[in-house]
C-alpha cells in the first residue's frame, strides 16, 4: 500500500490495481481456519458422546451386579468360599404369610413344555385303563382286616405287587394293626408298598418299618412328598395342639415311603418298572374334581398323582390299597380301575378273589419266573403286567448304558 501527502500535511492511501485480489484471499485462509475449528469441536464433541455412553454403560453394569449380589448367599468356610442361588421363600412366608406353592407356575400342568413326556403319560395312561381290572371294593372294619387278609393268602394264595397302606388322614398308623399284617406273606417278590404318613408321625413310620413283618424283608427306597396348595385345602394335614410341635413354620407336607421287596434291577427289569417318569414331588392341582381347595365334596382318600406314580413306576397288575381307619364325612374313598380298596369307609363290597384271578389272566401278559425260595429250592412265580407298545418303550427314560474299556 502507498501513501501520498498534500499540501496540508495529512495523509492518504492510494489502492495499487491488484489490491482487490489480495482481500478474498484473506478471507479465503479464515474460512479454512474457521472450517478446522469447527471440524475440530465435533470430533471433541463425539468423544465426549462416546464417554457419555461409556459410563452409561458402566453404571448399568454396577447396577445388574448390585441385583445379583442382593440375590446371593455367600457362605465362607475356612477352607473353601462357596456362592449359591437362594431364594428364601421360607421368610417370605414369615413376613407375609402366603405359601411357597404359590409361586409354582406348572402346578395346573406339570408336563407343560415337555411334549415327549407328555405323550408318554397319554400312553402309559392309555395303555394301563386298557389292561385294568375293574373297581374292586372290600368293605372290612378295622378289626377283621387282618382276619380277612389271612383267609385270602391260605385259601386263595392271593397276592399283590403294589399294595399301598393308609391315606391322608391322621390317623391311619394303627400300629397294633399293622404289626399284625402278614404283609410279606401278601406281598409278591418283587413288589412295591407305599405307606402315607404325616411329618408327625414320621417316628410312628419308622418303627413300625423296624417291626418283624418289615424288617428285613422291605427295604426303603424312595420318599414322595404330596404338598397341599395352601391351609384352605382339603388336605392340609391338621395341626396338633402339644407344645413340642408348636413352631412359627407350619408343617404341610405329607409322606409317602415307597419300599422294594425281592431284586429289581432299572437297567434290565423294563418289563417290571418304568423309572424317572414321574417326580417324588407332587403338588395338588387347583381346580381338579374333589381336590380344589374350594369343592365343596370334600377330598378323596388319596390324591390322584400318587396312584399315578404307582402305576407308571410298576407295570405289575395287581394292586391293592389297605385303608385300615375310619375317614371322616368330609373324605371319601373312590373306587379305581385296576386297583382293590380295602377299608372300613368303602361302600362298594363286590370282591372275589376267584373271578379277580380270572380277570387278571385275561386282561394282563402272564409272565412265569422262576425264584429263588426260602431255603434254597427254586420256585415258579406267576407275575401278572401290562404290555408295553414299542412307541412307549422309545420315550421313556433309560438308565445310561455303561461300556468298559477293553485293554
Given at each position: 500500500?502507498?501513501?501520498?501527502?498534500?499540501?496540508?500535511?495529512?495523509?492518504?492511501?492510494?489502492?495499487?490495481?491488484?489490491?482487490?485480489?489480495s482481500k478474498p484471499t484473506v478471507s479465503r485462509i479464515s474460512s479454512r481456519q474457521n472450517s478446522k475449528h469447527k471440524s475440530f469441536e465435533k470430533d471433541r464433541e463425539r468423544d465426549k458422546e462416546k464417554e457419555k455412553e461409556k459410563d452409561k454403560d458402566k453404571e448399568k453394569e454396577k447396577e445388574k451386579s448390585e441385583r445379583e449380589r442382593k440375590n446371593e448367599t455367600i457362605g465362607t468356610d475356612t477352607t473353601t468360599t462357596t456362592t449359591t442361588q437362594q431364594i428364601n421363600y421360607t421368610n417370605h412366608y414369615i413376613h407375609t404369610g402366603e405359601y411357597s406353592t404359590k409361586f409354582i407356575r406348572n402346578v395346573a400342568n406339570p408336563l407343560d413344555g415337555y411334549p415327549k413326556l407328555d405323550k408318554l403319560h397319554q400312553l402309559k395312561r392309555n395303555q394301563i385303563l386298557k389292561h385294568a381290572t375293574k373297581a374292586y371294593g372290600v368293605r372290612c372294619s378295622t378289626e377283621k382286616i387282618v382276619p380277612t387278609v389271612n383267609n385270602w393268602i391260605d385259601r386263595y394264595n392271593l397276592k399283590f405287587d403294589v399294595i399301598m397302606i393308609g391315606a391322608l388322614a391322621d390317623n391311619q398308623l394303627i400300629l397294633p394293626v399293622l404289626n399284625k399284617l402278614p404283609i410279606y406273606k401278601l406281598c409278591s417278590k418283587p413288589g412295591f408298598l407305599f405307606i402315607w404318613s404325616t411329618t408327625q408321625k414320621i417316628q410312628e413310620l419308622?418303627?413300625?418299618?423296624?417291626?418283624?413283618?418289615?424288617?428285613?424283608?422291605?427295604?426303603?427306597?424312595?420318599?414322595l412328598i404330596f404338598l397341599p396348595v395352601d391351609d384352605k385345602s382339603p388336605y392340609y394335614p391338621k395341626q396338633t395342639d402339644s407344645a413340642f410341635e408348636k413352631s412359627i413354620l407350619k408343617k404341610q407336607q405329607w409322606h409317602c415311603w415307597m419300599c422294594i421287596t425281592g431284586t429289581v434291577r432299572r437297567s434290565s427289569d423294563n418289563d417290571l418298572i418304568h423309572c424317572?417318569?414321574?417326580?417324588?414331588?407332587?403338588?395338588?392341582?387347583?381346580g381338579s374334581n374333589g381336590t380344589s381347595p374350594a369343592s365343596p365334596q370334600g377330598r378323596n382318600?388319596?390324591?390322584?398323582?400318587?396312584?399315578?406314580?404307582?402305576?407308571?413306576?410298576?407295570?405289575?397288575?395287581?394292586?391293592?390299597h389297605l385303608i385300615p381307619s375310619h375317614l371322616g364325612f368330609d373324605t371319601h374313598i373312590k373306587l379305581r380301575p385296576g386297583w382293590v380298596i380295602m377299608g372300613p369307609d368303602v361302600w362298594i363290597n363286590n370282591f372275589d378273589p376267584q373271578k379277580y384271578y380270572e380277570e387278571l389272566g385275561n386282561k394282563s401278559f402272564v409272565k412265569y419266573k422262576q425264584v429263588n425260595a426260602a431255603g434254597g429250592s427254586n420256585c415258579i412265580s406267576t407275575q401278572y403286567l401290562v404290555p408295553q407298545s414299542n412307541e412307549i418303550e422309545d420315550l421313556r427314560p433309560k438308565s445310561p448304558i455303561i461300556t468298559t474299556k477293553s485293554g
Open positions: 500500500m502507498m501513501y501520498t501527502y498534500n499540501k496540508f500535511g495529512s495523509r492518504t492511501s492510494t489502492t495499487p490495481s491488484n489490491s482487490s485480489v419308622t418303627k413300625l418299618l423296624n417291626n418283624e413283618n418289615f424288617n428285613k424283608k422291605f427295604r426303603r427306597s424312595e420318599e424317572n417318569i414321574d417326580t417324588d414331588l407332587q403338588i395338588e392341582s387347583p382318600a388319596c390324591p390322584e398323582q400318587i396312584y399315578k406314580v404307582a402305576e407308571n413306576f410298576s407295570n405289575s397288575n395287581r394292586r391293592l
